[in-house]
């Protein structure tokens, strides 16, 4: 068998709200569709129900991708929270809850996928603000991906970590070694570390780079963390 890279994606697309203030979901379709992508995971969704239908099943119908949803809320008009879109077989879905306190509830969405004939865990979340808040979650976090199977797994996500040698990076560097990402938020002009692709073994992990299409500065606050893994 002839290995190859897979392209995989970490996105906040924010309410599909972009910098103008206005609620767009077909500029997050488009950018989806620029980004190739085998594997996206999405923070922010806004899955709101219009007309019989939900922003999800939108974004399978015109992305083409399996979408499988983390949901962190439950509101009037639908839920909020994670998403994981693939093109990759699904083997297995697990949803656990990171919630804090009285803290807006958070989650972490754990996809096992099909990936050159082998299965690959990928994890979605999105930290809270708070650093006792992050704290907590990745210290949760770490000890329920100890107890499972060791195998390939990415993370990724929104980890809302202003200092990157902060105490909750700092733990999850134990198992996916040293973390380094471009900055992507704010999406006009990226200054902060906030969102982040992970991998154990972490040497599978070949190049990051931030996605800085024109759509893209204006579908979101963040931009798209883009990520190739080789294993």
């Known amino acids: 068998m002839i290995e190859r890279n897979l392209r995989l994606a970490t996105w906040n697309i924010h309410m599909a709200i972009g910098r103008d203030g206005h609620r767009d979901l077909s500029r997050i379709v488009q950018v989806v569709r620029q980004l190739q992508v085998e594997v996206i995971g999405l923070q922010e969704v806004d899955n709101q129900i219009e ?12 992305t083409g991708l399996t979408v499988i949803a983390g949901p962190t809320m439950q509101r009037a008009r639908g839920d909020y929270g994670n ?5 990759l077989p699904v083997l297995q879905v697990e949803r656990y809850d990171l919630s804090f306190k009285q803290r807006e509830p958070r ?29 907590e979650q990745v210290r949760r976090l770490c000890n329920h991906l100890a107890q499972k199977e060791r ?15 902060g105490r909750p990076l700092r733990s999850l560097q134990r198992r996916f070694g040293a973390i380094r990402s471009p900055a992507t938020f704010p999406s006009r002009w990226p200054l902060l570390q906030l969102d982040h692709v992970l991998a154990d073994p972490p040497e599978c992990l070949v190049g990051k780079s931030t996605y800085r299409s024109s759509l893209a500065r204006v579908a979101s ?11």
């Open 51 to 62: 007309k019989g239908r939900d922003d999800l099943e939108t974004l399978a119908e015109q």
């Open 83 to 87: 998403a994981l879109l693939t093109r």
């Open 107 to 135: 989650g972490l969405l754990i996809v096992e996928l099909e990936w050159q004939a082998r299965p690959l865990q990928v994890a979605v979340t999105h930290l809270g603000l708070r650093p006792a808040e992050r704290r």
């Open 151 to 165: 195998r390939p797994m990415v993370l990724m996500g929104d980890f809302n970590e202003w200092f990157i040698w």
């Open 221 to 231: 606050d963040h931009l798209p963390l883009v990520a190739e893994l080789r294993c």
